[in-house]
């Protein structure tokens, strides 16, 4: 079993930056493959960023290309999320996830662990 938990929301203006943190703990997590999602009100949870466990391969959904840059430190059992140019239209709870699985995916089903999610406002 895995707990996930994340850190480092909170409210910013608009082009400010942020970091997430989502630290995991029960078992070793070094070859999941992990991601991040975001729900905004009224809306469905959407992908974010992912990576291999190895950090050979990542995925960014297109609206955050550039922007966004997801990494993790196996050693430390973390995984980062650096937000940079926020916008208005980034505004969710953003929630960090694990694929045991270990394939890349962006499909919320096949992602085992979940995090209780942090929530990042930006103000315009």
């Known amino acids: 079993q895995v707990q996930l938990a994340e850190s480092g929301g909170g409210l910013v203006q608009a082009g400010e930056s942020l970091r997430l943190s989502c630290a995991a703990s029960?078992?070793?997590?070094?070859?999941?493959?992990m991601g991040w999602f975001r729900q905004a009100p009224g809306k469905e949870r959407s992908f974010v960023a992912a990576?291999?466990?190895?950090?050979?391969?990542?995925d960014y959904r297109d609206s955050v290309k550039g922007r966004f840059t997801i990494s993790r430190d196996n050693a430390k059992n973390t995984v980062y999320l650096q937000m940079n140019s926020l916008k208005p239209e980034d505004t969710a709870v953003y929630y960090c996830?694990?694929?045991?699985?270990?394939?890349?995916?962006?499909?919320?089903?096949?992602?085992?662990?979940w995090g209780q999610g942090t929530q990042v406002t930006v103000s315009s």
């Open positions: 990576m291999s466990w190895s950090g050979s391969f990542f």
């Open positions: 996830a694990g694929s045991k699985g270990g394939r890349p995916t962006r499909d919320r089903y096949e992602y085992d662990y």
């Open positions: 029960g078992r070793t997590f070094s070859s999941y493959y």
